[in-house]
């Protein structure tokens, strides 16, 4: 199977509420020219450097920020992010909020979770959630659309369990009125696991290797 037949295979069984992030990462510009060329206008990258090295390939695609995000390498981002799905921090918040303050632009961010809670994950866990959010209310330049997680590895059981936990923290904030946050996105499911990430709430999933083949590591 070719790259445009993996990522019909993909898009033919989606709703038109759920948006399909091709990842991106280590893949070569003419690999994701197939992409492109299919139609797809939504790439994730997890590297700031990789990113910056791809943009002016494609004019009119969204760049979805999902790896980890050193606060040194914010100020790269601005103008060119659509939408960052990891943030994680109270310290990231607000180097956010300086940079994209200075060029007077608004941040589009997902809370990424740390649902597992596993110390070697990304994502802000559940106890530190309360601190993050009240630093967001104060925020002029932030404005948050949802959740992102990677839950832990597991069999299905497993990944429903902590979809289902995700969507039901996303549930509770959508019924808050918090400043600057509006749950609109809930990022969860990649190769593996996209079709159960879908069954138990999540809008945007991010597939790489379902779609280019495996990554070299
Ligand atoms: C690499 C990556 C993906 C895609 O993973 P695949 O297994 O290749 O589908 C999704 N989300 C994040 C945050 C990633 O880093």
Redesign the pocket.
């Known amino acids: 199977m070719n790259i445009s037949d993996n990522i019909n295979s993909i898009i033919h069984n989606l709703t038109p509420s759920v948006t399909l992030v091709v990842?991106t990462?280590t893949r070569s510009i003419s690999e994701m020219q197939e992409a492109y060329n299919f139609g797809i206008r939504d790439f994730?990258e997890?590297k700031v450097q990789e990113l910056m090295e791809k943009y002016d390939e494609f004019p009119d695609v969204r760049w979805h920020f999902?790896?980890k995000l050193q606060k040194n390498k914010v100020k790269y981002l601005v103008d060119k992010a659509y939408l960052i799905?990891s943030l994680d921090s109270v310290s990231l918040l607000e180097e956010v909020e300086k940079q994209y303050g200075k060029k007077n632009k608004i941040a589009n961010m997902l809370i990424e979770i740390n649902i597992g809670e596993e110390t070697s994950k990304a994502g802000i866990m559940l106890n530190d959630l309360e601190e993050l959010v009240k630093a967001i209310e104060k925020c002029k330049f932030v404005k948050i659309n949802g959740f992102m997680a990677?839950i832990p590895k597991g069999d299905e059981k497993m990944c429903r369990y902590y979809f289902k936990r995700m969507k039901k923290l996303w549930d509770e904030f959508s019924v808050e009125n918090y400043q600057n946050i509006n749950m609109k996105y809930l990022s969860m499911g990649?190769?593996?696991d996209y079709n159960i990430a879908i069954e138990e709430g999540s809008n945007i999933i991010?597939?790489?290797?379902?779609i280019f083949g495996k990554?070299n590591k």
Request: hydrophobic share 30%.
């Open positions: 990842v990462k994730g997890n999902i790896g799905h990677i990649m190769t593996n991010r597939v790489g290797e379902g990554r």
